[in-house]
């Protein structure tokens, strides 16, 4: 009994701590800042500060396989050269992609 008594709350913590690490997954950006920045590479024309060019196909394309947690790791990381943040935001919607706002 009282090994039952010892056991029960160590496995009761441990699966709400893997329910709360799958619940974690989604949301976190699983590639580096600099490597986030590389796959977006192709949408450096649509991001320059008073762009007239809309994202290209390969542009959308990347921001899809990169995920909403990586570009808000992106916009809200330390500034990037040449890149505007407010039109970097605005990509998904550009490139018709259901993403959830980043919030600064």
Same mark, same amino acid.
Do not use: H, W
């Given at each position: @009994?009282?090994?039952? #008594?010892? &056991?029960?709350?160590?496995?009761?913590?441990?699966?709400?701590? &893997?329910?709360?690490?799958?619940?974690?997954?989604? /949301?976190?950006?699983?590639? #580096?800042?600099?490597? $986030?920045?590389?796959?977006l590479?192709?949408?450096?024309?649509?991001?320059? =500060?008073? $762009?007239?060019i809309?994202?290209?196909? #390969?542009?959308?394309?990347?921001?899809k396989?990169?995920?909403? =947690?990586? !570009?808000?790791? !992106?916009?809200?990381?330390?500034?990037? $050269?040449?890149?505007?943040? #407010?039109?970097? @935001?605005?990509?998904?919607?550009?490139? /018709?992609?259901?993403?959830?706002?980043? &919030? !600064?």
């Amino acid at each position: @009994m009282r090994l039952i #008594t010892m &056991t029960l709350p160590v496995l009761v913590v441990m699966l709400v701590l &893997t329910g709360l690490v799958d619940q974690g997954e989604g /949301t976190m950006c699983a590639s #580096t800042f600099f490597s $986030s920045i590389v796959q977006l590479i192709p949408c450096r024309a649509a991001v320059v =500060p008073f $762009s007239p060019i809309p994202p290209s196909e #390969t542009c959308c394309n990347a921001l899809k396989a990169l995920g909403q =947690p990586c !570009l808000c790791v !992106l916009v809200n990381g330390p500034s990037i $050269s040449g890149v505007d943040r #407010t039109m970097a @935001m605005q990509l998904p919607e550009k490139c /018709t992609i259901n993403f959830e706002p980043c &919030t !600064l």
